[in-house]
């Protein structure tokens, strides 16, 4: 079969490359104005877009992709293009062109695209539900909770495209039970067959794969109750050897990590320029006057891979020994009356944008710990230590979730931490965004915990 099926078929993936890279052409021609060089930027950014939409994945989109995925790829390819244009004007000096208006031409071309790409998405959807084309016809082998709600969601989503024709329950007498199966999945034409892990012993499973792989037909698996199968491993080659890691952390990937300094990079230099140089000498007064101490509190956290750093905030208690060992409670003594607005606010925070700049922590990402409290929920809260291997974040996914402030009970901890690792395994710009914006709506409203 030459053409591969499926949403982006061996006929729609050529036609979006084509379509993208008229729209770059088209609007580079006006760019250029004739110049002799226009030719060479075809050749130029025919290879270099192909190259970089490839690597990042730009044409990977499926049925199943959600909208802010297909946005997050738009944004990646943006920055990825604009570097392309501005590279190929910095090698063409002698066009002297004003970087406003490779600006102008970048967003124009990117803007479309994502137009085009997006009314496709939505007129395929569109398609599949009213006409009934683009499907792939599915069966589901074998009979559980999750087979059922899978059913339902094929039954339920006439968008996605998908053709439930049967779903049988493999239970008594597999062996024969599996050729009158195999059988009518030739007979019926099916594209993708989704086998219940739970559901079918070893022996079935290893007759399903075989099969699958010698009629070419697309398997895929429902993972069990075992919550190892509920994770988004990471799958990869050591030689010929398939090692599957127990998870994928996006901002290990070095574009995403560019990404996301280069966003603490740029909001914190911001917030520390325009905001904590001004404020810092009028909160510092205030602090002074009510109580001797210092203006700034710095306090040792575990950030990245649990090494040890100094978290800064505006100082919001009377000097404590316990500082270090007790956390702020509800109407707590040593909090004095401008440490309350401060902190009601989160202008205590401000300061930890120093951290962010430094390195020792990012904008969003799971907030630190007291040392003392880090090793006292290690040893209490399963899987706490895996927020480590991300760096510590000013705010985050669990305290934009209601999960902020003091810890009452294990409970509060506990979902904190699914909070946590939810973020550092799907983490996107888009969400970092989103929980900066949660957090400034949060502060000016006032929250609950905020004392």
Not at 117 to 129: A, D
Not at 191 to 215: H, P, Q, R, T, W
Not at 277 to 300: A, C, D, H, M, R
Request: charge should be positive; glycine fraction near 6%; include cysteine.
């Amino acid at each position: 079969m030459i053409f591969k099926r499926g949403r982006y078929s061996g006929f729609l993936r050529p036609i979006s490359y084509a379509i993208d890279l008229s729209v770059i052409f088209g609007f580079a021609f006006l760019l250029f104005e004739g110049s002799s060089s226009y030719t060479s930027y075809i050749f130029f950014m025919s290879i270099a877009w192909i190259s970089s939409s490839t690597i990042l994945n730009f044409y990977e989109i499926y049925r199943f992709t959600k909208f802010t995925s297909i946005l997050t790829l738009a944004i990646k390819q943006a920055l990825a293009f604009l570097l392309l244009v501005f590279a190929f004007f910095g090698f063409y000096t002698e066009l002297q062109e004003e970087a406003s208006s490779i600006l102008k031409y970048v967003g124009l071309v990117m803007g479309l695209v994502f137009l085009i790409k997006i009314s496709i998405y939505y007129v395929l959807k569109k398609y599949r539900r009213l006409l009934g084309g683009n499907h792939r016809r599915v069966v589901i082998l074998g009979a559980n909770d999750k087979t059922k709600e899978l059913e339902n969601f094929f039954t339920q989503n006439t968008e996605y495209g998908y053709a439930l024709v049967n779903r049988y329950d493999i239970k008594h007498d597999e062996e024969k039970q599996l050729e009158v199966v195999f059988k009518e999945i030739i007979e019926s034409n099916i594209d993708e067959i989704y086998a219940s892990v739970n559901a079918l012993s070893d022996s079935c499973m290893a007759k399903v794969i075989g099969f699958a792989d010698n009629n070419l037909k697309v398997l895929k698996f429902l993972p069990d109750n075992k919550e190892i199968f509920g994770k988004k491993l990471d799958f990869s080659y050591y030689g010929y050897l398939p090692i599957l890691s127990l998870r994928k952390i996006p901002t290990d990937e070095p574009f995403n990590k560019f990404i996301k300094r280069a966003f603490d990079i740029l909001l914190s230099l911001f917030v520390i320029v325009f905001v904590v140089s001004w404020l810092t000498p009028i909160l510092g007064i205030f602090i002074k006057l009510e109580s001797k101490g210092p203006v700034f509190f710095k306090q040792k956290r575990n950030g990245l891979d649990y090494k040890e750093f100094y978290c800064y905030k505006f100082r919001s208690m009377t000097p404590s020994l316990t500082a270090d060992l007790y956390q702020a409670t509800k109407g707590d003594t040593r909090v004095t009356k401008v440490g309350r607005i401060i902190r009601k606010t989160s202008m205590d925070e401000l300061p930890q944008f120093i951290n962010v700049l430094k390195g020792d922590m990012s904008v969003v990402g799971p907030r630190p710990h007291m040392v003392s409290h880090t090793h006292m929920y290690a040893e209490r809260i399963d899987k706490f230590m895996v927020r480590h291997f991300v760096k510590p974040g000013i705010t985050g996914l669990a305290q934009v979730s209601g999960y902020r402030g003091e810890v009452e009970t294990d409970s509060d901890i506990i979902n904190r931490v699914k909070c946590d690792i939810f973020y550092l395994e799907n983490w996107s710009i888009l969400m970092d965004l989103k929980i900066v914006f949660q957090t400034v709506y949060n502060a000016v409203k006032g929250e609950e915990k905020a004392y």
